[in-house]
């Protein structure tokens, strides 16, 4: 959000903006960038991406960028895939368009730079190159640190000044935000200073080999389980993988009667329903029980019911307004899929699926009463 917020300010001071301010964002970037654009009335443009390697289309983000564009982004890496969009070829657009650049390296900055370290091949991803005006990196992920300390760094003052909020115009004293946040914790950034200088470059070295030599056997095992297929090549220690031949949200719920928890994620534009892997210092010592329990699972599922919703439940679906899904409308969709309000099913690969086909804007209707059900008190 201090991105987009420095991006929007900077481009506009800079620039002359005649329109609607925007970000173009393909479609495998993370949502906080469509949590920005709503916050700040901005349009989001989508574009598409690669369909095999799900990295972004220099081209399509090209085409999207007009003269009310204010930034761009690229990740490094995707957290859906686990790849690195062509960055340097996105930095040569944003310089050719005058626009700002963003790296969303939140999941894995901290992680590539340790890789480069230990001479894993790398796609360049920071301030060498050109383009690029803003990077963002969260220490809580592979940093291990409590959250609360991520970072985002500027290519220069020049941008980073828009990031500031200063009022001195009210009869209190004088506000400097550095961030959104106003009053907050210095424990965060004081316990992640502590877990930094106890770790050290040693510590940091041994666990990032550690992860990514486990990542490696991880993706061997999934190769040897013909009924998997890998989506894109995974370049650290988040991997993607789908299947054609069952449900695959039949599998997550296989997981987790063996004691395996596993990410489900949706199919959206491109990217087929799927199992989200992060592999990190919980799963090292236990890779080879991984790799047995997910075969057992893959074996279960193939077992179960894997029919495609019927027809009749699609046909429904269409014609569902998202406000139609407000108070009992909500709890009749949900009492189908047997979500009531004493909880969730032990198994929710149905419950997955019918979000999986439902119109997206359905989708994120139903999802939104749920948890506004959910923190309702009773009468």
């Known amino acids: 959000m201090l ?39 901005m349009e989001l443009r989508l574009v598409e991406v690669d369909p095999v390697s799900f990295k972004a289309i220099p081209e399509k983000i090209e085409e999207a960028v007009d003269e009310n564009t204010v930034l761009v982004v690229g990740s490094a890496v995707s957290y859906a895939h686990g790849v690195t969009d062509p960055i340097e070829a996105i930095g040569q657009i944003a310089l050719k368009h005058e626009v700002c650049f963003h790296v969303d390296g939140c999941i894995g900055a901290f992680v590539l730079g340790w890789m480069r370290r230990m001479g894993r091949e790398v796609t360049p991803f920071d301030f060498s190159v050109p383009g690029v005006t803003s990077i963002s990196m969260d220490w809580h992920k592979y940093g291990y640190c409590p959250k609360g300390a991520s970072v985002i760094l500027h290519k220069n003052r020049d941008i980073r000044r828009h990031q500031i909020f200063t009022c001195s115009q009210w009869t209190g004293y004088t506000v400097i935000n550095t961030t ?89 534009n491109g990217s087929k329903e799927n199992v989200h892997l992060s592999i990190a210092q919980a799963v090292l010592e236990n890779v080879d029980d991984f790799l047995k329990c997910l075969k057992e699972s893959v074996a279960a599922a193939k077992k ?48 997955n699926q019918m979000l999986n086909v439902m119109p997206n804007e359905l989708t994120k209707a139903a999802l939104t009463e749920y948890f506004n059900e959910l923190f309702t008190p009773a009468a």
């Open 180 to 268: 959104i946040q106003s009053t907050k914790s210095g424990g965060p950034v004081a316990a992640c200073w502590a877990v930094m200088n106890y770790l050290g470059e040693a510590g940091y070295q041994r666990l990032i080999s550690r992860t990514m030599d486990a990542s490696d056997k991880i993706l061997a095992g999934l190769k040897e389980i013909p009924e998997l297929q890998i989506m894109g090549t995974p370049e650290m220690c988040l991997i993607a993988f789908t299947t054609d031949e069952f449900n695959v949200f039949h599998l997550v719920d296989e997981m987790k009667t063996r004691d395996w928890i596993i990410q489900p994620q949706l199919g959206y």
């Open 3 to 41: 991105a987009v917020k420095a991006a929007r300010d900077y481009i506009r001071e800079t620039k002359r903006i005649t329109g609607k301010p925007n970000l173009v964002l393909p479609v495998t970037g993370h949502a906080a960038f469509h949590k920005a654009a709503h916050y700040f009335d």
């Open 304 to 351: 179960l019911d894997n029919s495609a919703p019927p027809e009749a439940m699609l046909a429904m679906l269409d014609n569902i307004q998202p406000e139609m899904l407000r108070g009992p409308g909500f709890t009749a969709l949900m009492s189908q899929f047997g979500m009531t309000s004493d909880g969730v099913p032990d198994r929710l690969a149905g419950l």
